[in-house]
C-alpha cells in the first residue's frame, strides 16, 4: 500500500505583529517558555545555533494536558518571507507519524498579519488519527502567545 502525504492547514489573525512572531519562533523560541508555560515546558539547542538551517532544537510540551517531546531540525527557514519549518527527527510524533514537516509562515493581507501553520506527514498506519489536536496546539499557541506580547 503506497502512503500518501497528508497536510493540515490553519491559518491565524496575529494582531501582534509578523515579525514579531517570525523573530520569536525562529531566534528566540526559548521566550515561549515564559510566554506559554502550560504548553512549552522547554526548549534546548542540540546542535547549531537558533535561527539556522540544520540546526537540531528538543521540545518538552502539553498537548491537551498530555506531556510530549520532540526533537526537530530547523529547514527552511526564510526571513524575507517570514517562514520557518521544523523536520520531525524524534519524539511523540514520530510514533504515529512520519516524515513529519511542521512550516509556520507570516502573511500580511490587506494590513493584518496572519499566521499560516501547516502540517504535512505520513500516517505509519492507515487506523491512525490525524494529528488534529497537534494543529489546536499551535493554534492555541499562536493566540497565547499574541496574548503574551499584549500583555
Known amino acids: 500500500m503506497a502512503s500518501l502525504t ?16 517570525h523573530h520569536l519562533m525562529c531566534y528566540n523560541p526559548r ?22 538551517n540544520g540546526s537540531v532544537i528538543e521540545w518538552s510540551y502539553n498537548v491537551d494536558g498530555t506531556p510530549q517531546t520532540a526533537k526537530q531540525v530547523l529547514q527552511g527557514i526564510d526571513n524575507e518571507k517570514k517562514q520557518i519549518s521544523w523536520k520531525n527527527l524524534e519524539g511523540s510524533l514520530c510514533e504515529l507519524y512520519k516524515d513529519m514537516v511542521i512550516t509556520a509562515h507570516v502573511e500580511t493581507k490587506d494590513g493584518v498579519n496572519f499566521v499560516t501553520w501547516t502540517v504535512e506527514y505520513e500516517l505509519i498506519a492507515a487506523d491512525t488519527p490525524h494529528p488534529m489536536s497537534f494543529l489546536n496546539f499551535v493554534i492555541c499557541l499562536t493566540k497565547d502567545m499574541e496574548s503574551h506580547i499584549f500583555g
Open 6 to 21: 497528508n497536510k493540515l492547514i490553519a491559518q491565524v489573525a496575529f494582531k501582534a505583529g509578523g515579525d514579531i512572531f
Open 31 to 52: 521566550h515561549l517558555i515564559s510566554a506559554t508555560p502550560d504548553k512549552i515546558q522547554d526548549c534546548k539547542m542540540l546542535q547549531g545555533d537558533f535561527g539556522v
